[in-house]
């Protein structure tokens, strides 16, 4: 993958300068911290996520213990590692799954993020690496072509479709696509709701109204990782007015500079739960924030 690669040449340059330090002394940990803000602001990460960051890093770095099997280079190095690792949110997070079948999985998002692509992604995941038996339901009856594509994505996988075209409301849609997936005994099912090309009144309205009639076990906002800043306005946004359980980024096989994936969880408070890496049905992974953050320090 060649995202993140000028923010990760960068921090492993900075990393490689203090890594075979034997001491580390006050001003070269302001030095690194300066390197390290910078480095972030580049990657287009949110400037006030940036300066908690580098803030805790650098009080982190002065006053931490000294530990015998790590030089003091190592150390401060692994305390950057550490606080990147939290900025995405820790641990991996898991899909929610409700204690009476099936399980209600909302897609939301602006058109073009991916949504149609994932919501086929995720239901193929979930199938192959959970066992579950998901249906698909094809809400967005706004973009041409979206309900057929789901088709095609289901035919693929030979996993079935519920769809009633584009001429009734999606609210019904959802709920009678919801009714047929418990009659049919799915333990799972994927809404692709629609998205509008950006966050406006009736599409919230919509989507809060397809929320309270079907009570989702998860909402999972998808955003496209190349538009940056512009991805976390719209996840504050949406979580805002829709209160989301999740994130899923898309195209992070692209060369987005980062700051989506590393600004998000500390923005909205609500985790990255998968990323895309590729159009392929088979390209989606659970985000993993720690092999995140050694990726980008190599
Ligand atoms: P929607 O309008 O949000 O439903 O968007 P689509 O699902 O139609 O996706 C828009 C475009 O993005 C399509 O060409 C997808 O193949 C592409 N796409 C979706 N996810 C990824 C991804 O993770 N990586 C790449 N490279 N392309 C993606």
Redesign the pocket.
């Known amino acids: 993958t060649i995202a993140f690669e000028s923010l990760a040449e960068r921090l492993q340059q900075t990393m490689q300068k203090i890594k075979g330090k034997g001491k580390v002394s006050e001003a070269d940990v302001k030095e690194m911290a300066r390197e390290v803000r910078l480095a972030l602001l580049e990657a287009d990460v949110n400037f006030k996520v940036v300066k908690q960051f580098v803030n805790r890093v650098k009080e982190r770095a002065v006053g931490q213990e000294v530990m015998k099997s790590l030089t003091p280079g190592q150390q401060v190095i692994k305390v950057v590692n550490e606080e990147l690792t939290a900025l995405m949110g820790s641990e991996e997070s898991k899909i929610e799954t409700a204690s009476k079948p099936p399980t209600v999985i909302m897609m939301v998002?602006?058109?073009?993020?991916?949504?149609?692509?994932?919501t086929a992604?995720l239901a193929n995941y979930l199938r192959k690496k959970k066992n579950k038996t998901p249906m698909l339901v094809a809400a967005?009856i706004y973009?041409p072509a979206?309900i057929d594509?789901l088709n095609t994505l289901g035919k693929q996988l030979d996993m079935p479709v519920y769809s009633e075209g584009t001429d009734v409301s999606p609210v019904d849609i959802v709920k009678r696509g919801v009714e047929k997936a418990k009659e049919e005994h799915h333990d799972t099912v994927i809404l692709?709701t629609a998205?509008r090309l950006h966050v406006d009144e009736n599409l919230m309205d919509e989507l809060k109204e397809m929320k309270a009639s079907v009570n989702p076990d998860e909402i999972l906002l998808?955003v496209?990782a190349m538009t940056g800043q512009d991805a976390v306005n719209v996840s504050e946004q949406f979580n805002e007015l829709l209160e989301i359980s999740g994130v899923v980024l898309?195209?992070?096989?692209?060369d987005t500079r980062g700051g989506a994936a590393l600004s998000i969880r500390a923005v909205t408070e609500k985790p990255i739960k998968f990323?895309?890496?590729?159009?392929k049905i088979d390209?989606?992974e659970p985000f993993h924030p720690e092999r995140m953050a050694s990726r980008i320090l190599g």
Not at 250 to 254: E, H, M, N, P, V
Not at 275 to 279: D, K, P, Q, V
């Open positions: 998002g602006l058109q073009g993020a991916g949504k149609t692509t994932t992604k967005d973009r979206a594509q692709d998205g998808v496209d898309t195209k992070l096989d692209g990323a895309g890496m590729g159009e390209q989606l």
